[in-house]
Nanobody, 127 residues
Framework: QVQLVESGGGLVQTGGSLSLSCAAS????????MGWFRQAPGKEREFVGA????????RYADSVKGRFTISRDNARNTVHLQMNSLKPEDTADYYC????????????????????WGQGTQVTVSS
């Protein structure tokens, strides 16, 4: 499995922006499809966005579409989540996830499809 470490969380006001990063190690990063999930207190973990091995395909939850952008840098073994126009309902712990995937495979949206997870980074959006 690949090891994942998220960073970049913090406190931001409504309408602000944050950029999360996820650094991968231990395996060939470009062999892995990547996803971002979040979990708010008292709620289940939910899909935020995902990308394929090469980053050419991305998918987003409807709740973040148009505000969040996923990008990956396979040369630097990192995946990023740029979050703009943040809302209080975006407050959650954010997790990156990875799974080995065939070239050209889907951007996976279910948490059950991932087998490597980071420890999470907290994002708080104040109203």
């Amino acid at each position: 499995q690949v090891q994942l470490v998220e960073s970049g969380g913090g406190l931001v006001q409504t309408g602000g922006s944050l950029s999360l990063s996820c650094a991968a190690s231990g395996r060939t990063f470009s062999d892995y499809a990547m996803g971002w999930f979040r979990q708010a207190p008292g709620k289940e973990r939910e899909f935020v966005g995902a990308t394929t091995r090469g980053g050419g395909i991305t998918r987003y939850a409807d709740s973040v579409k148009g505000r969040f952008t996923i990008s990956r840098d396979n040369a630097r073994n990192t995946v990023h989540l740029q979050m703009n126009s943040l809302k209080p309902e975006d407050t959650a712990d954010y997790y990156c996830a990875a799974r080995r995937a065939a070239l050209g495979a889907f951007a996976y949206t279910s948490a059950m499809e991932y087998d490597s997870w980071g420890q999470g980074t907290q994002v708080t959006v104040s109203s």
